[in-house]
C-alpha cells in the first residue's frame, strides 16, 4: 500500500512540475552601432585600450536598477547578453576607434609616444527616476606622464522597460567613448 | 755952603726884587725835572746772548712797528756770559709790560723757509715787544733769540707730540689739516723720561677745535714711495711739506671723534700715513694663543683676522715667558700675544668697545670661536692668525697665560693636512696589509684555477652540444610563452573556458541563492514576481 501512495505522490509532483511554464528571460547585447567596413584598416594609432574593469556589482548578467537611494534591483528576466566586461572593452575600442578616427591598437605599440587607456566602470544602472547613469574614471599613460580623468554623466530613458535602459547606457557609453577620444588626440 | 742936606740913609734889610728870577728859573727847572720824571715811562732790563745789532741811545723798541721805548744802555752781565740792556719804554706804553711780555731782537734773518727782517739793513735792528697777558709787573726780562712763531696769549692750543725717531720735522713747520695750515711746529726737544724726541705744536683758533683725543698726526715731510706687488704707490704733500717738511692730523676712518683736549696733550707723531692706517686705535685687547705647529712666517705686526677682516695685530711670540714657564708645561704649545681693536670692527674707539668685545669673546669661544694659524702668501711663506667658529671642536672656555686670556687654538690648514694625512697614514700602517695580500694571492690563485676549468668546460665537445640544446629549449620556450600572450591561441582559448567558469559560477551562485530561499523549488515551480521597470517611477 506505501509503495502506490508514493508512486501517486511523485507522479502528482513531475506533473505539476511540467506544466509550469518557465519565465521568459530577455537578454541585451551591447554592441556598437558604428560603421564597420570590410578590409585592412585605414589608420591604426598609437593608442591602445589596457584594461576595463566593471564595479562588482554590475559585474553579473543581471541589468541593474536603482529602486531608491542605495537600494538596487539585478533584473532576473533581463540579462546581458555578454560579461560587461567582455561587452564594453568591445564597445569602447569600436567606439574610441570611430571617435577618434584612427584605429586602436590591438596590441601596445613600442615607442615612448604610445598611450594606454585604462577605463574603470564604477557605476551603470538605471535610477528609480528614470534616467541611466554612467560613473566612471579613466586614464590617458605613455612612458613620460599620466593623466587621469572622471565621467559622470545621466541620460533619460526614451520609454518604459529594460530595452530603453539599454539605449540609454549604450548612449552614455558612447559619450564616454567621444570624451576619451577627444583626450586622446 | 753947609745947607747940603745930609742923605737919609734908610737902613731896612730889605730882599732885592732880582731874586724872582733864579727863583722862577729854579721853580721852572723843578717843574720840568718832576714833569720829566712823571712822563717817563719805566726802565725794564732785558738779557740776550749776545748784543748783536743793539746800540745804545739809538735802538728803538716797536709793537705793531709803533716806537714804545729805546734802549738806553748795554752793560755785560754779572756772570759775563751775556749782555743786558736797559730799555725805557714810554709812559704811555708801559701797560705793554706783563709778566709774560716777550723781547726779542729783529734784525735780517735768511731762514729755510722765509727771509725776514729786510728792513732793518736800512734802519738797523729794533726790538719786538710782544705783550703778555699775566697782569703781573715784571722789570727783568729773558729776550728771545729768535722771534716766536706764536705771539704770546695766541688763541688756539698747545700739544706734544712724541716720536721714537728724530723726524724731518723742525720748528718752523706747518701743520696741516686736510692740506689746509691750521698750526705749526714751535719747537722740539728730547724726553729725556720717555727718552722720544718731543714736538711743541700750536694749533691756532677756530681750528682748535679740530683737535680731539681720537685724531692722528703723522709725518707729512718728503715724498713717501711704497712699492709692492700692487704697484708704486706714491704719497706727497704740499710742496711746502716736501721741501720743509710739516705735520698732518686727521681723524682716521671708521673712529668716531674723542673727547676734547687741553693745552699740552700728548700725541704720538707716525712717520707716515700708511704707519697710521695700520695701528690708527688707541684701545684694544691683548689675547694669547698657544700653537703646536711651527711659526716660522708669523711676524710682529702680522693681521688677526676674523673671517678675511682685520681685526687686530700680532704684538710679539712669547718666547722669553715660553721659556720662564717652571712647569715645563706649555713647551709643546708656543705662546703667541696678540692685539684686538674695537675700533677695527666699526666699534668706538673706547674702552666700552673694549669691554663689549671682552665680554662677547668669553660667550664666543664657548660657541666654537678658535684661532687658527694661516698662510698669507704661499711665496712669501707669511702667515697669519685667523679667528672663527668651528663646529666640530670640543667645548671650551678661555683659559689664562700669565695674566692675559688664552683663546683656544685648532689646527687647519697645510697644518691640519699634514694632521690628518698623519692619521691616515697611521690607520695604513695598523691594517693587516701583508694578510690581505697574501689572502688576496689565494685568491687570484683559485680564480686562474676556476678560470682554467671554466676554460675547459667550454671546450669540451659535449658542452658546446650542451649549448645548441640549450638554444633550442630556449626557443621552444619562447613559442610556448608566445602562445599564451593576449594575442595567442592558447590564451584566447584560457579567456573563454575562465569566462565560461565565470558564467557557471554565477549560474550556481543564483541556484544556491534559490535553493535558500525556496528548498522546494527543485521540485516545486518557482515564479519570480517580475523585475520592476525603468522608467517607471517606482
Avoid at chain 1, 29 to 43: D, I, P
Avoid at chain 1, 76 to 100: G, Y
Avoid at chain 2, 334 to 341: S, T
Wanted: aromatic share 6%; proline share 5%; glycine share 8%.
Amino acid at each position: 500500500m506505501r509503495i502506490p501512495r508514493l508512486l501517486i505522490a511523485v507522479s502528482s509532483v513531475l506533473i505539476s512540475a511540467c506544466s509550469t511554464t518557465p519565465q521568459a528571460r530577455s537578454t541585451y547585447l551591447l554592441r556598437s552601432n558604428s560603421h564597420v567596413h570590410t578590409g585592412e584598416l585605414a589608420k591604426v594609432g598609437d593608442g591602445y585600450l589596457g584594461t576595463v574593469q566593471v564595479a562588482s556589482y554590475i559585474d553579473q548578467p543581471g541589468l541593474v536598477l536603482e529602486l531608491a537611494e542605495g537600494m538596487i534591483h539585478t533584473a532576473k528576466q533581463h540579462h546581458w547578453a555578454e560579461p560587461l566586461r567582455v561587452s564594453l572593452r568591445e564597445f569602447l575600442n569600436v567606439e574610441i576607434s570611430a571617435a577618434n578616427e584612427e584605429a586602436l591598437a590591438t596590441i601596445p605599440p613600442g615607442g615612448a609616444a604610445a598611450d594606454r587607456i585604462d577605463v574603470r566602470i564604477s557605476q551603470l544602472h538605471g535610477d528609480a527616476q528614470g534616467h541611466a547613469v554612467l560613473v566612471a574614471s579613466w586614464s590617458l599613460s605613455s612612458a613620460k606622464q599620466r593623466h587621469d580623468y572622471q565621467f559622470a554623466e545621466t541620460a533619460p530613458l526614451d520609454g518604459v522597460g529594460y530595452k530603453a535602459l539599454v539605449t540609454a547606457e549604450t548612449k552614455l557609453l558612447i559619450q564616454l567613448s567621444k570624451a576619451i577620444a577627444h583626450e586622446l588626440k | 755952603m753947609n745947607d747940603i742936606a745930609k742923605p737919609t740913609i734908610d737902613k731896612r734889610n730889605r730882599l732885592s726884587v732880582i731874586w724872582i728870577i733864579p727863583l722862577v728859573s729854579f721853580a721852572l727847572g723843578l717843574w720840568m725835572i718832576v714833569e720829566k720824571k712823571m712822563s717817563e715811562g719805566p726802565l725794564v732790563h732785558v738779557s740776550f746772548e749776545t748784543a748783536e745789532g743793539i746800540v745804545a741811545a739809538k735802538t728803538k723798541i716797536k709793537y705793531l712797528n709803533v716806537e714804545v721805548g729805546q734802549v738806553e744802555a748795554i752793560s755785560l752781565n754779572d756772570s759775563m756770559d751775556g749782555v743786558l740792556a736797559s730799555v725805557r719804554i714810554d709812559h704811555d706804553a708801559k701797560h705793554l709790560l706783563f709778566k709774560d711780555t716777550q723781547f726779542w731782537v729783529v734784525r735780517a734773518r735768511v731762514g729755510a723757509g722765509s727771509v725776514t727782517g729786510l728792513g732793518t739793513l736800512l734802519g738797523g735792528a729794533y726790538l719786538e715787544l710782544s705783550p703778555g697777558q699775566e697782569k703781573a709787573m715784571n722789570f727783568e726780562y729773558v729776550g728771545l733769540e729768535t722771534p716766536p712763531l706764536t705771539p704770546a696769549g695766541a688763541a688756539g692750543i698747545k700739544l706734544n707730540l712724541y716720536s721714537e725717531q728724530a723726524a724731518s720735522v723742525s720748528t718752523g713747520d706747518v701743520v696741516l689739516y686736510n692740506g689746509y695750515k691750521v698750526g705749526r711746529v714751535e719747537g722740539m726737544g728730547f724726553d729725556e723720561a720717555q727718552r722720544l724726541v718731543r714736538y711743541d705744536l700750536f694749533i691756532d683758533a677756530p681750528f682748535d677745535q679740530l683737535v680731539n683725543g681720537a685724531v692722528r698726526f703723522w709725518n707729512v715731510s718728503g715724498i713717501s714711495v711704497n712699492a709692492s706687488l700692487g704697484g708704486v704707490d706714491i704719497k706727497a704733500g704740499s710742496l711746502d711739506t716736501i721741501l720743509l717738511g710739516g705735520v698732518a692730523f686727521c681723524l682716521p676712518d671708521g673712529v668716531q671723534a674723542g673727547a676734547p683736549v687741553t693745552d699740552g696733550a700728548d700725541f704720538k707723531l707716525y712717520d707716515n700715513y700708511g704707519a697710521l692706517q695700520e695701528q690708527p686705535y688707541e684701545y684694544s685687547l691683548e689675547y694669547v694663543v698657544q700653537f703646536r705647529q711651527s711659526l716660522r712666517g708669523l711676524l710682529p705686526g702680522a693681521p688677526v683676522e676674523y673671517r678675511g677682516i682685520p681685526i687686530g695685530s700680532v704684538r710679539r711670540i712669547m718666547t722669553t715667558e715660553l721659556l720662564a714657564d717652571p712647569e715645563g708645561q706649555r713647551a709643546a704649545a708656543i705662546p703667541v700675544l696678540i692685539k684686538i681693536e674695537p675700533g677695527r670692527l666699526g666699534l668706538a674707539d673706547t674702552q666700552e668697545s673694549v669691554d663689549l668685545i671682552k665680554h662677547s669673546l668669553t660667550e664666543s669661544v664657548a660657541q666654537g670661536l678658535r684661532a687658527s694659524l694661516e698662510t698669507g702668501s704661499i711665496i712669501t711663506g707669511s702667515l697669519f692668525i685667523n679667528i672663527d667658529y668651528y663646529y666640530d671642536v670640543s667645548s671650551a672656555e678661555l683659559g689664562e697665560f700669565d695674566q692675559y686670556s688664552l683663546i683656544p687654538s685648532v689646527e687647519t690648514g697645510f697644518a691640519r693636512i699634514e694632521q690628518q694625512l698623519s692619521d691616515f697614514l697611521t690607520k695604513v700602517n695598523a691594517l693587516p696589509i701583508e694578510p690581505t695580500i697574501q689572502h688576496f694571492d689565494s685568491m687570484i690563485t683559485s680564480m686562474v684555477q676556476l678560470m682554467e676549468s671554466v676554460d675547459e668546460l667550454l671546450n669540451d665537445r659535449d658542452t658546446q652540444k650542451l649549448s645548441a640544446e640549450m638554444t633550442a629549449t630556449l626557443k621552444d620556450v619562447r613559442e610556448i610563452l608566445g602562445g599564451l600572450s593576449p594575442d595567442g591561441q592558447i590564451f584566447q582559448s584560457i579567456e573563454g573556458s575562465v569566462s565560461k567558469i565565470n558564467q557557471t559560477l554565477y549560474n550556481l551562485d543564483e541556484l544556491t541563492r534559490t535553493l535558500s530561499d525556496k528548498p522546494n523549488a527543485l521540485i516545486l515551480p518557482t515564479n519570480y514576481p517580475s523585475d520592476p521597470l525603468p522608467g517607471a517611477n517606482h
